[in-house]
């Protein structure tokens, strides 16, 4: 595990967020004063388009940074895969189009963040992911790691990093996510372990109460000298 032979430490903390939208200005810069790392999941073909989402009953802004921004925006966090436009990979009966959708969304990325892109994570709810879908990107594609949706409540490291389980889904579970926060402080280990926040940061404008309550939590995990902070990349690989 790359962070532990780096560092020497046996705890991280990394997070993860979908789509490239415009609320990841803010959230960038909450983590950048705590000092936090992140990944962002991108899907390059949606770039720069603009929408508008509805949950719980309220409108809120689905607007992608443009192309000309997304560097700046995530200097010094990671941007992975997300596929070029967010359909379910499950339901594709293509395995072409399968590795299209995520090695080109790659190589579209690589290009204009000018480093290699190797991670991804899949998007859509539900059964977002499978066997044949994970190996056809293990064995077709540049990626490294793959970030499913499914939570799981071990912080142990995982042996399949192309079927990754994350922790939390932070805004949809803040009650969960405050208290595996401080499970994972709390926790005193000879074995390195990881504890992966993963959403999206325009679902924290549903709450009027969230931004607040997240910065809570970053204030509450930062500055822990046993803990690595870094991206997907630096903890998983």
Do not use: C
Not at 47 to 54: C, D, E, F, Y
Not at 170 to 193: A, C, I, S, W
């Amino acid at each position: 595990m790359g962070f532990f032979e780096k560092t020497g430490k046996l705890k991280a903390i990394t997070f993860s967020y979908d789509d490239g939208v415009t609320q990841d200005v803010q959230l960038v810069e909450l983590m950048n004063k705590y000092g936090l790392k992140g990944t962002f999941n991108l899907n390059s073909e949606r770039i720069g388009t603009r929408g508008i989402i509805t949950r719980v009953n309220k409108l809120v802004s689905y607007y992608k940074l443009f192309p000309e921004d997304v560097k700046r925006v995530y200097e010094g966090h990671e941007v992975a895969a997300h596929t070029l436009n967010h359909p379910l990979l499950p339901g594709i009966e293509d395995d072409g189009e399968i590795i299209r959708q995520v090695e080109q969304d790659r190589l579209n990325l690589s290009e204009l963040m000018g480093y290699e892109v190797v991670g991804f994570a899949y998007p859509g709810g539900g059964k977002n992911y499978d066997e044949r879908v994970a190996d056809l990107i293990k064995n077709n594609t540049g990626i490294k790691y793959a970030r499913t949706t499914v939570d799981t409540d071990s912080f142990d490291l995982q042996s399949d990093l192309f079927m990754f389980k994350p922790n939390v889904y932070h805004v949809m579970n803040y009650d969960r996510l405050m208290e595996m926060g401080k499970n994972f402080l709390e926790l005193e280990t000879d074995k390195p372990q990881i504890f992966y926040v993963w959403g999206h940061s325009y679902e924290i404008d549903y709450y009027s109460e969230r931004w607040e309550k997240l910065e809570e939590f970053f204030n509450l995990i930062s500055n822990r000298d046993d803990i690595f902070y870094g991206t997907n990349k630096d903890v998983l690989l």
